[in-house]
């Protein structure tokens, strides 16, 4: 595992719309505890700020860490900790002092990110090269990404950067996205996204994703065409990236790529037809990380990013 801390404890936050995930890193980078509690999404933000606080008092019962890392759902700026745009898949999370919040209840600075840059940060510090570059996707309920050139994560005006969900997409030209929009690619290629398109083309309502890829498997040509029609057109963005950063590596992670080949060949294709010459041969990767990936780059934030240190509110 990549070591997210040098020195000193520290714990690890991933915060999503439905658990929190925490875990104590020792000084060498082990981790010496673990907890898993449900977000209570629906409880507004301050009921969220304290079951972080609780979670990290769980991995922590004797006060050992020296700072808190965070990777939280929504777009979060790190250099104000705030996070400046969400989806109500929390609610009231728009405009939450993420960082100052938490440093109150824990009496420990806090740095923050979005969880999608957190999980891409161990990804980044694997390459061969420090000083190299990566675009990373997360395709699951929504399209989430990550840039960064010559070894630098890519955070831009008020932490938007790296939202690839909200770039056009031709497959979804005229279809509302959840930012406001119409048009963005996270209505057509998210996992909700296909199975909208699915229904769409059959007037049949499904529950799920996997549904629709079983369809897909057994044959159904509706279901094939929209699992293929989402993979495309995130292969088709990425690629068209991929020809502006010039990255080392391209890495495809989140729930939809699990569905099986259909989806991922598709994707590859889509992306290897858009690439210019020099870029040939690169091709979209799985990620290297398993489940602790998020909280590993939650903790190494505490190295590369400002913190927020408790006091800051009053």
């Known amino acids: 595992m990549t070591r997210p801390v040098g020195g000193s404890p520290v714990v690890g936050l991933d915060l999503g719309g439905t658990k929190i995930a925490a875990a104590l890193f020792a000084a060498d980078g082990t981790v010496s505890s673990r907890h898993t509690r449900p977000t209570p999404a629906g409880e507004g933000p301050a009921a969220v700020l304290d079951a972080l606080a609780e979670a990290a008092a769980e991995v922590d019962p004797e006060g050992h860490a020296t700072a808190i890392g965070v990777a939280a759902a929504g777009v979060v700026d790190p250099r104000s900790g705030t996070v400046t745009s969400a989806t109500d898949s929390i609610r009231g999370w728009a405009g939450t002092a993420l960082g100052a919040g938490l440093a109150d209840r824990t009496g420990l600075p806090v740095a923050c990110d979005n969880d999608v840059r957190a999980t891409a940060g161990p990804e980044l510090a694997a390459l061969p090269d420090r000083r190299g570059s990566l675009l990373f996707a997360a395709v699951g309920t929504g399209v989430g990404g990550a840039l960064a050139v010559d070894g630098r994560m890519l955070h831009g005006a ?39 398109h699915y229904e769409r083309l059959t007037g049949t309502p499904v529950d799920r994703l996997e ?95 400002p913190l927020h240190h408790p006091g800051a509110l009053r």
């Open 211 to 305: 549904t629709v890829a079983a369809r897909a498997a057994g044959g159904d040509a509706a279901a094939v065409r929209a699992v293929t029609t989402g993979a495309e057109a995130a292969g088709r963005v990425l690629g068209g990236l991929a020809n502006a950063l010039g990255p080392d590596r391209v890495v495809v992670g989140g729930g939809v790529p699990r569905i099986g080949p259909l989806y991922g060949d598709a994707l590859a294709r889509a992306f290897a037809a858009e690439l210019m010459p020099p870029l040939r041969g690169l091709a979209p990767e799985p990620p290297r990380f398993g489940h602790d990936a998020a909280v590993t780059g939650a903790a190494a934030l505490t190295t590369t990013l």
């Open 158 to 196: 008020s932490g938007i950067a790296g939202h690839l969900g909200h770039l056009p997409s031709a497959e979804a030209a005229g279809l509302p996205c959840t930012c406001g929009a119409t048009g963005h690619l996270e209505v057509i290629a998210s996992g909700p996204g296909i199975t909208a």
